[in-house]
């Protein structure tokens, strides 16, 4: 039995027992393995649900600049006090590498994230653009934190890096690109 037939087995048994992998119910698990068809891809977030987006260690709101009342090219993702234009939606699943890869589209500003340009100190920022189906840096793997089930830390399909807040302090302030597996670099979903 090769480790994917043995992976899909043990999800369908985990379904029909009723376990849910954080699932409300076994239905759900069910429809998930249906609407799926590779279930060694597995994926963190619902894609019909709006979230928002909070960074575990400083509590800022993953936001847009301009709070979501501005929708121009480019412009930087901050973390910040203000909870205006934290809205999210994970878009367009893609499997790669046996990861679901996921656009981040903001629902005020109808645009996704990607990394951008260099900001101080050589850090990359993340900027939102339109959203493109076939640029590989708008898509991030959502992975689960092993500090805690209810956080996640996004990494860039392009870089393999993780987005987190530019200091470790509760300030409105860009978010930049970084090594994986810090604790800034993960974030609490809220499904509204």
Known sequence: MTPVSLLRRLTCLIAAAGLSLGLASSAQAT?????????AVWSWVDENRTYKID????????????WGL????GLPIYSAVSDAGNGWKFQQRRHSDGWAYHQIKNIHT???IKPGPLGGLNR???????????????????ERSPYNRDEVQFV????G????????????????LTNPGVRATYWALDAV
């Open 31 to 39: 429809t998930m393995l249906k609407a799926d068809p590779n279930p």
């Open 55 to 66: 960074n575990v260690v400083t509590g800022g709101h993953l936001v847009p600049e301009g």
């Open 70 to 73: 501005n929708s121009t090219e």
């Open 110 to 112: 109808n645009r996704c």
């Open 124 to 142: 990359t920022l993340v900027i939102q653009v339109a959203c493109n189906t076939s640029d590989s840096s708008q898509y991030w793997r959502v």
């Open 156 to 159: 860039n399909h392009s870089s």
């Open 161 to 176: 890096e993780a987005f987190r807040p530019w200091t470790d302090v509760n300030v409105d302030q860009w978010v930049f």
